[in-house]
């Protein structure tokens, strides 16, 4: 026996322990103490979810679990897509318990899960497929289940009728049937790899072969389709299903709030789990595998734009300007906070340090006081902040903060010109281009850093995507500008392009 094959068996196996060993029996139950358990089971996922999968259950289902669930119960012929942050048991409910549950509601089920491979496919069968062969409460209430002549590896029709098979991506859908039954109920799981990723014209072909073979397979009444990933990437096979099939349901959860870091499944996480797993990978990795935020690159600030160095002291700088781009909700969903602080030395540009947060504003304030508390006596930042966001709230929380720490910003209001903000962020591509922006080589790993470098790349025609960082960059660029003179004696401030011949002091 192969090496491979030894490790399959042995991977069922602990499958089987696992779930022979999930839930003991009541031996003393009436009949119809079990009719109505059952009865309960068909209406409340949630019960249905404790009762029948202890092994799962070992936190409470969220409410976005049970949201969906009913959700794809109400409609027989769902189209849609659980894009749900990682961890979030994405597999799990799509995989098992909303099949299983469709099943004990007395739908035929002919669920056909799809994997990256076939052998991927497999073991995703493998979780449902054990349940019926070796859960004692399964088995308890609706009898056995294990119907040997159609149990094999990828493939099972249960004595209930429940038909389970697997299918790689791509692959022929022909002759899928069993007898004069067709799918019902059909599942990719996380069908996207790196190979796709960087293959759009795979991609393409998998939406085709979605579109025009596979869910072509299903012709009943009963015609569920699931594509369950999260969304890490800009562009995925779900993303293109999506702009195709704007009918079709998003159901789309982030993992934590990323102002508060309160999590979605709350019953599992604490306030304090999010903001480790940033904390271990980075704010821009965690977004994109958790929250569904890809980092998105555009075409106009790429990535080899973005030049690292050794800052200079801070009183070596001919000055230093900081500008606060204002945000007040502070929610998921908000704009960010932006606090900039930028150098110029000589005609370079340095970013010195940043704040970029979803909050509410007390933060930044706090933040800022807490920066110029750092500064040598001998140095000084200039402050400042829209004109428009100026209102006796923000007057009275820089007053407070201040008083906190007993300093005094002397933040100043900036009126902002009236040019579209696109067109003013990308004044500063010049300066990116002749390599006279400088990033303080000390902030690499700092996650307010690689969140503005991140907004700043997702700049382009039409984006979408927080600009709340280049905005600041743009206000603090464009004054330092104005400190730059054009050779020795020159009246005129020299902003925008430069020559390389020129001379500057």
């Known amino acids: 026996m192969k090496a491979q094959d030894k490790k399959a068996i042995e991977r069922y196996k602990k499958k089987l322990e696992l779930v022979r060993n999930s839930g003991t029996l009541n031996l003393w139950e009436t009949a119809e103490d079990k009719l109505k358990r059952i009865a309960r089971a068909k209406k409340d996922v949630k019960f249905m979810v404790e009762y029948y999968f202890p092994h799962y259950a070992t936190s409470e289902c969220a ?28 597999s799990v409910w799509n995989d098992i318990l909303i099949p299983f549950w469709l099943w004990i509601n007395d739908e035929p089920m002919y669920l056909v899960l799809i994997g990256n491979s076939y052998k991927r496919a497999t073991q995703l069968l493998e979780d449902i497929k054990v349940e019926f062969e070796a859960n004692p409460r399964i088995i308890a209430d609706f009898g056995e289940q294990q119907n040997v002549g159609s149990w094999e590896d990828g493939f099972f029709v249960t004595k209930g ?47 085709k072969w979605i579109e025009q073979d596979l869910i072509p397979t299903m012709d009943g009444k009963i015609r569920r ?29 982030k993992a934590y709030n990323p102002s508060t870091y309160t999590p979605a499944w709350h019953q599992k996480y604490d306030q304090e789990y999010f903001r480790d797993i940033e904390s271990d990978i980075g ?23 973005i030049q690292w160095g050794k800052m200079p002291r801070l009183d070596h700088f001919k000055i230093i300007i900081a500008h606060w781009d204002v945000a007040f909700a502070g929610s998921a969903t908000s704009d960010y906070n932006a606090v900039k602080v930028w150098g110029l030395k000589d005609k370079d540009f340095w970013q010195i340090d940043c704040f970029v947060k979803r909050t509410k504003m007390r933060a930044p304030i706090q933040w800022m006081c807490e920066f110029q508390k750092s500064l040598p006596k001998s140095v000084i930042v200039h402050w400042g902040f829209e004109a428009q966001f100026w209102n006796d ?3 009275r929380t820089i007053a407070e903060v201040e008083n906190n720490y007993g300093i005094k910003l002397n933040i100043v209001k900036v009126q902002i010109p009236k040019t579209k903000k696109y067109d003013r962020m990308l004044t500063m591509h010049p300066y990116y281009q002749n390599s006279r922006i400088y990033y303080n080589d000390k902030k690499k790993a ?60």
């Open 63 to 90: 409410d976005f679990h049970i949201e969906f669930a009913n959700m794809v119960k109400r409609n027989q012929t769902f189209k849609g897509f659980a894009e749900w942050g990682r961890a979030q048991a994405k």
């Open 161 to 207: 009728g429940f038909i389970g098979q697997a299918l790689g991506t791509g692959q022929s859908v022909r002759g899928l049937r069993v007898g004069s039954k067709r799918p019902t109920h059909i599942v990719p799981d996380d069908i996207e790899i790196k190979d796709t990723i960087k293959n759009p014209k795979r991609q393409r072909e998998i939406v």
């Open 225 to 253: 389709f699931i594509q369950a990933n999260n969304r890490a990437y800009p562009v995925m096979i779900q993303t293109l299903l999506q702009e195709r099939h704007p009918k079709w349901k998003i159901h789309h959860i």
């Open 393 to 395: 709230e923000i007057e």
């Open 446 to 505: 700092h996650n307010d850093t690689q969140v503005g470098i991140s907004q700043l790349l997702g700049l382009e025609p039409g984006y979408k995507t927080n600009d709340d960082s280049p905005d600041a960059d743009e206000q603090c660029i464009t004054k330092l500008s104005k400190y730059i003179y054009a050779g020795r004696g020159a009246s005129k401030p020299v902003t925008g392009k430069y020559k390389r011949t020129q001379r500057f002091i």
């Open 283 to 305: 704010t821009l990795a965690a977004l994109a595998e958790y929250n569904n935020e890809p980092h998105i690159e555009g075409a106009i600030f790429k990535e080899e734009l």
